[in-house]
């Protein structure tokens, strides 16, 4: 059975900084493409960045690019998204997803097949 659970998740003042994780259990990381997504109250679930192996490409949402990275530690079994310079508009619940596909898209939630519960994370002005 496969689980992933977030942590790191808080509240800070922008410019600040988090980094959220997610460890996996029944899921080896770095095996197939995982990612990150976010949804704030009201607004639909957007992708926030991807990471697959291979070449360990990453892919950024516009909104994030240049603040936030994303990684893996195979060693740890463990996703991360390390999010500086976090801006107000950053406040939602973060999930991380993963698939069972060499290569996936944030535009295509389909793409994966596991979710954790999500970390909340809040930025405040």
């Known amino acids: 059975q496969v689980q992933l659970v977030e942590s790191g998740g808080g509240s800070v003042q922008a410019g600040g900084s988090l980094r959220l994780s997610c460890a996996a259990s029944?899921?080896?990381?770095?095996?197939?493409?995982m990612g990150w997504f976010r949804q704030a109250p009201g607004k639909e679930r957007e992708g926030v960045a991807r990471i697959y192996t291979g070449a360990g490409s990453t892919y950024y949402a516009e909104s994030v690019k240049g603040r936030f990275t994303i990684s893996q530690d195979n060693r740890k079994n463990t996703l991360y998204l390390q999010m500086n310079s976090l801006k107000p508009e950053d406040t939602a619940m973060y999930y991380c997803?993963?698939?069972?596909?060499?290569?996936?898209?944030?535009?295509?939630?389909?793409?994966?097949?596991?979710w954790g519960q999500g970390t909340q994370v809040t930025v405040s002005s």
């Open positions: 029944g899921y080896t990381v770095g095996s197939y493409c």
């Open positions: 997803a993963a698939s069972v596909v060499w290569y996936c898209s944030i535009g295509r939630s389909a793409d994966f097949s596991y």
